[in-house]
């Protein structure tokens, strides 16, 4: 090995670069260095060994479901559910003899749902995308507004439907919902 060849397969001891940031990204930067208390090279070095291990979950990570995760679950308003618990509440509630005072309550929490979802101006991709995140099933779209819903299980095909028709009626969205062996099939139909 030549003298030459020995010198460039040694690592350098620094490598020095020089970053520029918008105005946002440069916001971030001081406020991490500022909470953590850390230079500026040290946030820098532990940012890129996060990231390089772990690259895999942020290149299969849905960004936007885990920003809807985030926000549901620290707001104190939902709960992660085993699915199995879930399904055991559904058939209760389906063999209860009183059940209707259920189906009547989740009425009254559908309409509330829509309110909020009308506060906050999300359109009808936008609440589909939020139940999709309280896993009550996988969301396919096949147009604007065509939706498939794959469910999991049958069980809880009453509860889902009777949901959307709740919310869409309250935020004055005509749609067309039928259910399929193990989907429900969501067309959003023009107003008027």
């Known amino acids: 090995m030549s003298k030459k060849d020995r010198n460039s397969s040694k690592a350098p001891d620094k490598f020095v670069v020089t970053?520029?940031?918008d105005d946002e990204t440069?916001?971030?930067?001081?406020?991490?260095?500022?909470?953590?208390?850390i230079s500026q090279s040290e946030l820098m070095r532990t940012a890129l060994k996060f990231y390089s291990r772990h690259k895999a979950?942020?290149?299969?990570?849905d960004v936007e479901k885990i920003y809807i995760y985030s926000e549901m679950l620290s707001e104190g308003e939902h709960v992660i559910l085993d699915m199995d618990h879930w399904i055991l509440f559904l058939n209760f509630i389906e063999s209860h003899p009183d059940n209707e005072k259920f189906w009547e309550m989740h009425k009254r929490v559908?309409?509330?749902h829509a309110e909020e979802f009308i506060q906050k101006n999300h359109d009808v991709g936008v609440v589909l995308k939020r139940l999709e995140a309280c896993n009550l099933f996988k969301l396919s779209k096949a147009s604007e507004n065509d939706f498939t819903l794959i469910l999991g299980y049958d069980v809880p095909k009453?509860?889902?439907k009777t949901e959307l028709e709740d919310i869409f009626s309250r935020m004055g969205r005509?749609?067309?919902?039928?259910?399929?062996l193990s989907k429900i099939r969501v067309k959003i139909l023009p107003s008027g």
């Open 174 to 180: 005509r749609a067309e919902i039928k259910e399929d």
């Open 26 to 37: 440069a916001e971030i930067f001081r406020d991490l260095k500022a909470d953590i208390g």
């Open 110 to 112: 559908s309409q509330a």
């Open 19 to 21: 970053v520029s940031f």
């Open 158 to 160: 009453k509860f889902i």
């Open 57 to 61: 979950l942020f290149e299969s990570v």
